[in-house]
């Protein structure tokens, strides 16, 4: 599987982005696909997940209300539009893949998920 994450910018406080993740390869072995983000010297940390199958999905505290997670399955693309958006999201953005097998909830651990994208930029300025 290999991901390939896109839409990432620079973007003044209140306004929108949409980000985008194409898989390719392997994609019927994807359970569920998440987002998660780096902010500048911190860690990598959960932002919203979705499962594959039944598109359930699950949003950290800090964007629930903001940010919504989607997929479109036919062309294996996963979307996070990202609403309102604040300074304090400003980090480098990553989709990632789980592959740990059948799930009716999308899963939070990073070791959970096996394959990155190479992480997309979002500037949120004041």
């Known amino acids: 599987v290999q991901l390939q994450a896109s839409g990432g910018g620079l973007v003044q406080a209140g306004g929108s982005l949409r980000l985008s993740c194409a898989t390719s390869g392997r994609t019927w072995s994807i359970d569920g696909m998440g987002w998660f983000r780096q902010p500048p010297g911190k860690d990598r940390e959960f932002v919203s997940a979705?499962?594959?199958?039944?598109?359930?999905?699950d949003y950290t505290d800090s964007v629930k209300g903001r940010f919504t997670i989607s997929r479109d399955n036919a062309r294996n693309t996963v979307f996070l539009q990202m609403n309102s958006l604040k300074p304090e999201d400003t980090a480098v953005y990553y989709c990632a893949a789980d592959r740990s097998g059948y799930t009716n909830r999308p899963r939070r651990g990073r070791a959970s998920y096996n394959v990155w994208g190479q992480g997309t930029l979002v500037t949120v300025s004041s």
């Open positions: 979705i499962t594959w199958g039944g598109g359930a999905t």
